[in-house]
Antibody
């Protein structure tokens, strides 16, 4: 059974940092792109970042570039999101999901998702 | 403003059919596969359709997907009250180098 479990969310002050973790199981982790997606209160889903199977490619939504860093440890079947210089608008539930990349001939849809971890940025 | 455009809401009676549209451009839908996720806030999002029209195991054939040019459509037949949720189209945008979602469509089963 595929499982994706996020952790590390919480309350942080503006300008602060937080590191989210995502532990995956039930599939060959090292052969899949992984993504972070967030949902702010009352808003829709917003993709945040993804990382290639071997970590050699990473992409970010413009609003987090230079502040967030996605990484992975295939030995631990885990993906991480280091969030720095946090702002109130980063407040959201953060989901980890398998997939989130396409080429012109293949696509890795966001297939399996975790339950999410809430992040609140407030003083 | 989302890169992919969906209607904010749709509604229909139980047992009826509804369609949800998703409009994009050549840099996203026009050149990449489209997927659809179902999400009830507070729950785990679920993949309904991948590669334009394929259903993961366990997704009933009441759900269907199609794509034409730079637009995609999700169809749901035999509506049930349990189908009430938010539906999102998504794909890769090669100009933005980003995964993009539609703004989401709230389905109400009257």
């Amino acid at each position: 059974e595929v499982q994706v479990v996020e952790s590390g969310g919480g309350l942080v002050q503006p300008g602060g940092s937080l590191r989210l973790s995502c532990a995956a199981s039930g599939f060959t982790f090292s052969t899949y792109w992984m993504s972070w997606v967030r949902q702010a209160p009352g808003k829709g889903l917003e993709w945040v970042a993804n990382i290639k199977e071997d970590g050699s490619e990473r992409y970010y939504v413009d609003s987090v570039k230079g502040r967030f860093t996605i990484s992975r440890d295939n030995a631990k079947n885990s993906v991480y999101l280091q969030m720095n210089s946090l702002r109130a608008e980063d407040t959201a539930v953060y989901y980890c999901a398998r997939g989130g990349y396409c080429t012109t001939i293949s696509c890795w849809s966001l297939w399996y998702w975790g339950r999410g971890t809430p992040v609140t940025v407030s003083s | 403003q989302s890169v992919l455009t969906q209607p904010p809401s749709v509604s229909a009676a139980p047992g009826q059919r509804v369609t949800i549209s998703c409009s994009g451009s050549s840099s996203n839908i026009g050149n990449h596969y489209v997927s659809w996720n179902q999400h009830l806030p507070g729950t785990v999002p679920k993949l309904l359709i991948y590669e334009n029209n394929k259903r993961p195991s366990g997704i009933p054939d009441r759900f269907s997907g199609s794509k034409s040019g730079t637009s995609a459509t999700l169809g749901i037949t035999g509506l049930q009250t349990g189908d009430e949720a938010d539906y999102y189209c998504a794909t890769w945008d090669s100009s933005l180098s980003a995964w993009v979602f539609g703004g989401g469509t709230k389905l109400t089963v009257l």
